[in-house]
């Protein structure tokens, strides 16, 4: 993504300038790579360097070695995820099966839930943040990923 044309547009706008400003800090925070767009359908295995958006479905496998999986609000995941961070706003999995057939997620560093939630899985991560408003019917496993016998 080019910030200049950004900026230039932004002009335009007085509230606009800060909307790139904070756009660009979270793509760059979040070392987002990859935006699955709205009604996209994604089936197969993906592995990447960076941070994911998913607004579509993503049905398989993600592997990030680096940033933040965002599953938005409205999108679907179903398969194996492994990130650094994951944050969850959409649906995970298919409650129709066991949520150990449905979905796994794995961050090594943590997950956040978001309150419109809809989690059928398993889910693993050193720290969560699990709302009151989230639906959660996962298995949760607290684990220390990461950590080496030194």
Known sequence: ?????????????????????TLRLSIEEHAIGMVIPPKAVFDGHLKLDCGVVI???????????????II???SHFSGRLTAERIAVAG?????????KDSALLI?????????????HAVIRAPLFNI??????NSSVIKSMLGTGAG
Request: hydrophobic share 40%.
């Open 1 to 21: 993504m080019n910030p200049a044309p950004l900026s230039a547009h932004a002009s335009a706008h007085p509230d606009a300038e800060q909307a790139v400003s």
């Open 55 to 69: 607004y579509g479905t993503f049905r398989g496998t993600l592997e990030c070695a680096k940033g933040t999986v």
């Open 72 to 74: 938005a609000p409205g």
């Open 91 to 99: 649906k995970v999995g298919d409650p129709a099966k066991a949520a």
């Open 107 to 119: 961050a090594s560093e943590d997950l956040q839930i978001g309150d419109g939630a809809d989690i």
């Open 131 to 136: 709302p009151m408003g989230a639906k959660l």
